[in-house]
């Protein structure tokens, strides 16, 4: 163990300051990543997917991004996104929005996927989790929930990955849709 100059102690003052170092140097990569050649629309995908690809490998940080938006990540990642939102086209009274937007979506998304991989049992499937859900679907009241049964199978075979990018351009649809 290290005790002196250098060690972890010397560098951040309690557990808060800590959570916010390992969250920047897990998104470091994410962040650094140049977006030159990209459309808004696919650097906006690509840093979206860079978060969402983190907090997936390390739940802990959706809920570290989600504490405060002046962290040194959280700001970083609206930065890009406002960037982008910017080079759009989007009118600056609408970019706030815009950006907000994407960035409460990102961490939302992010956030809820690495909750429920948390609640689970160690060693349950994501297969497993889903086919009970959507068995627990497609048993519901047909009367009260009409569309949650016609989806039930859709919820067993999804890519959260795809239905993440599919709200992405949802959303981009939208902003488009203010020029």
């Known amino acids: 163990m290290k005790t002196g100059p250098g060690a972890i102690y010397w560098h951040v003052a309690n557990k808060s300051e800590l959570l916010v170092a390992a969250t920047d140097a897990v998104l470091a990569d994410v962040l650094a990543a ?38 040194s990540a959280t700001l970083q990642i609206f ?19 815009s950006a907000s937007a994407l960035l409460n979506y990102i961490l939302g998304v992010g956030g809820q996927n690495a909750a429920n991989a948390r609640a689970q049992e160690p060693g ?8 009970a859900e959507s068995a627990l679907w497609s048993r519901l009241d047909p009367d009260q929930y009409p569309f949650i049964r016609g989806i039930a199978g859709q919820l067993r075979d999804h890519d959260d990955r795809a239905q993440f990018l599919a709200g992405i351009d949802l959303i981009l649809a939208g902003i488009a849709a203010l020029r």
């Open 34 to 71: 140049d977006a030159s050649g990209e459309t808004p629309q696919d650097a906006i995908r690509t840093v979206a997917l860079g978060v969402f690809d983190a907090i997936d490998a390390h739940p802990w940080i959706g809920a570290q991004l989600s504490r405060l938006a002046s962290q």
């Open 79 to 97: 930065e890009r996104i406002g960037r982008q939102v910017q080079a759009l086209g989007v009118p600056g009274a609408a970019q706030f929005d």
């Open 124 to 131: 349950t499937s994501r297969a497993d989790v889903l086919g």
